[in-house]
């Protein structure tokens, strides 16, 4: 149980980010603060909806709007977090795009993007997340890599190398971090139904089941358990490590 703990999920609004919001409430976190770079309906639209989805009724849920590749934002979110909430015990880098093509077609752009976006923002949260945690001697970092950042994959060289980076800042931030009390991990998901995966085409759907050895693609509620888990006080010994959630596709 997460009784009384305070998260923050970056990328929190929809896809795997909210299955993680929504689960961490459901494992007894008394607030947690979502952000998300943009917010359609508002901010508190998106807190109430979600608000309204969970059953357990003692968590507060925040939505704060902040682009996760800007460390001026990620400063400011946790900030807030630990005005509003009185403090964080739970920081799960979530955010994250693809922004695919062939190395030969990949523009500057697309690879600085993406770059930014799902690894630059690991450093900016884990960077601004460090002082509070350090403080309370207590933090549970959980960063969301991919099983592609493992083996490669054609046509996304720009979201791969984002990947292992993460992957590979999880090991060196676990072992800063250690003294510290406060875990980094990383859980690195498979094929997961959610828009990101909405984009792939029928042919390139059918052949990664193919590759899937429990024949079924993931859930981002498969993905929020682990996360839950790895933030509980059972995942107490467990640092540097990275999880996939495949359905074994990479065993
Ligand atoms: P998703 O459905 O596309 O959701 C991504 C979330 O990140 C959205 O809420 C999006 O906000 C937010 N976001 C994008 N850019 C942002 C920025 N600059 N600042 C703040 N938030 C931003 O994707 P998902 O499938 O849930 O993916 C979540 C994580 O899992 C990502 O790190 C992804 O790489 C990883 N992952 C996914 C799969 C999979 O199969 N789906 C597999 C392996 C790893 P908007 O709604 O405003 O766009």
């Known amino acids: 149980m997460l009784t009384d703990k305070k998260a923050l999920v970056t990328g929190g609004s929809r896809g795997i980010g909210k299955a993680i919001v929504k689960q ?8 947690i603060l979502l952000t998300d770079i ?3 309906d508002g901010e508190d639209a998106c807190a109430s909806e979600i608000q309204k989805e969970i059953s ?8 704060f709007k902040a682009d996760a590749s800007s460390l001026e934002d990620a400063h400011a979110s946790i900030e807030e977090a630990v005005n509003k909430m009185g403090g964080l015990d739970i920081l799960v880098n979530n955010a994250g795009i693809t922004k695919d093509n062939l190395l030969l077609r990949m523009s500057e752009k697309e690879f600085d993007d993406v770059i930014n976006i799902n690894l630059k923002s690991v450093f900016n949260y884990s960077k601004a997340v460090l002082k ?5 001697r207590y933090g549970r970092i959980v960063i969301i890599a991919s099983i592609v950042g493992l083996i490669g994959n054609p046509g996304q060289s720009n979201y791969v190398a984002s990947k292992a980076g993460v992957i590979g800042f999880t090991k060196s931030l676990a072992r800063e971090l250690a003294s510290r009390n406060i ?10 139904k959610t828009e990101m995966t909405d984009k792939l085409n029928e042919e390139q759907k059918a052949n990664m089941l193919k590759s899937i050895p429990l024949k079924r693609l993931g859930t981002p509620e498969d993905i929020a358990k682990v996360v839950g888990f790895l933030c509980s006080p059972e995942a107490d010994y467990i640092t540097g490590q990275i999880l996939a959630v495949d359905g074994g596709m990479t065993m």
């Open 24 to 31: 961490l409430a459901e494992s007894g976190c008394s607030h």
């Open 38 to 40: 943009a917010f359609p």
């Open 56 to 63: 357990n009724s003692n968590t507060n849920i925040i939505a």
């Open 132 to 136: 509070p945690m350090i403080k309370q």
């Open 183 to 192: 875990t980094v991990n990383a859980v690195a998901p498979g094929f997961i």
